[in-house]
């Protein structure tokens, strides 16, 4: 590892443990390999689903699409369907345990779909910073869940370099 992977990740878990997560992940984000942000996000996303047990069909064309290349550029349309369940969510004025749950899950789903959409370099594209809120919305939904462990497996996946996911 050399001193700038050491001195960004350092800096980053700061931030991760002061509760400025949306920073820690700009970090993290932007020291990342290039065209690494999809296979990356979806390590996370896939990682939260199988923990939490939470599955949709929208959550797995995300991480389906974002685990080949060919079929990014149809990441928007499936965005699009990930952002109405999670509109759809949003709408309702009590939320149980697994609806809240539920609904962390899915918006990280969103962000996912335009880290891979974004991928493609497309001329519509969407918000930059689209990548740093993942360790945000990962953040919110660690805390919902409040397990230490799961959190520690989960900062070491925000921070491992593309090589490391298996």
Same mark, same amino acid.
Not at 32 to 60: C, F, M, Q, Y
Not at 152 to 160: F, G, H, K, R
């Given at each position: 590892?050399?001193?700038?992977?050491? /001195?960004?990740?350092?800096? #980053?878990?700061?931030?991760w443990?002061?509760?400025?997560?949306? $920073?820690?992940?700009? +970090?993290?984000?932007?020291n990342?390999?290039?065209?690494?942000?999809?296979?990356?996000?979806? &390590?996370? +996303?896939? +990682?939260?689903?199988?923990?939490?047990?939470? @599955?949709?069909?929208?959550? =797995?064309?995300?991480?389906?699409?974002?685990? @080949?290349?060919?079929?990014? &550029? !149809?990441?928007? =349309?499936?965005?699009?369907?990930?952002? #109405? #369940?999670t509109? $759809? *969510?949003?709408k309702?004025?009590?939320?149980s345990?697994?609806? !809240?749950? *539920?609904?962390?899950?899915?918006? +990280?789903?969103?962000?996912?779909? &335009?880290?891979?959409? /974004?991928?493609? /370099?497309?001329?519509?594209?969407?918000d930059?910073?689209?990548?740093?809120?993942?360790a945000?919305?990962?953040?919110?939904?660690?805390?919902?869940?409040?397990?230490?462990?799961?959190s520690?497996?989960?900062?070491?996946?925000?921070?491992?370099p593309?090589?490391?996911?298996?």
């Amino acid at each position: 590892m050399s001193n700038n992977d050491s /001195n960004y990740r350092e800096e #980053a878990f700061k931030c991760w443990r002061a509760n400025r997560s949306l $920073e820690a992940g700009k +970090l993290i984000f932007e020291n990342l390999p290039k065209n690494a942000g999809p296979t990356w996000a979806a &390590k996370v +996303l896939r +990682l939260v689903s199988e923990r939490t047990g939470v @599955h949709s069909t929208a959550i =797995d064309d995300v991480l389906s699409l974002s685990s @080949h290349p060919a079929k990014w &550029k !149809t990441a928007h =349309d499936v965005f699009s369907q990930v952002r #109405a #369940a999670t509109l $759809e *969510l949003e709408k309702l004025p009590v939320k149980s345990p697994p609806e !809240t749950l *539920l609904l962390h899950v899915t918006m +990280l789903a969103e962000l996912v779909a &335009k880290v891979t959409y /974004n991928a493609t /370099n497309p001329s519509d594209e969407f918000d930059e910073d689209s990548g740093w809120w993942i360790a945000k919305c990962l953040k919110d939904l660690l805390d919902l869940l409040g397990d230490e462990q799961f959190s520690e497996v989960m900062w070491s996946t925000l921070v491992s370099p593309q090589g490391d996911f298996h």
